[in-house]
């Protein structure tokens, strides 16, 4: 089981910026997939991005790209979330996950960070 923990969350203006960071430990192993999923009040989770364990395949929900960038540094076993231009419809508890490359499935969830973007 690999446990995620995420961090980096919080209030932000509309147009501003936030970084999630998710370090994992536990029972990691190669060629894992990391991602960020989101959660609206009211709404189904979402998927937001996902980054390759090499980190040269990355995969982006329509709704974020251009704005918001996946990374991760495999030395911290930890991925990023760069958030650019944030939106008030960004609001939502961010989840990070890991599992099989890019498209899943995600069988590793993360206990969730709030993000909340004020017009």
């Known amino acids: 089981q690999v446990r995620l923990v995420e961090s980096g969350g919080g209030l932000v203006q509309a147009g501003g910026s936030l970084r999630l960071s998710c370090a994992a430990s536990?029972?990691?192993?190669?060629?894992?997939?990391m991602g960020w999923f989101r959660q609206a009040l009211g709404k189904e989770r979402e998927f937001v991005a996902a980054v390759s364990w090499t980190g040269r395949s990355t995969r982006y929900a329509d709704s974020v790209k251009g704005r918001f960038t996946i990374s991760r540094d495999n030395a911290k076993v930890t991925v990023y979330l760069q958030m650019n231009s944030l939106k008030p419809e960004d609001t939502a508890v961010y989840y990070c996950?890991?599992?099989?490359?890019?498209?899943?499935?995600?069988?590793?969830w993360g206990q969730g960070t709030q993000v909340t973007v004020s017009s």
């Open positions: 536990g029972r990691t192993s190669n060629n894992y997939g």
């Open positions: 996950v890991a599992g099989n490359g890019i498209y899943g499935p995600f069988g590793s």
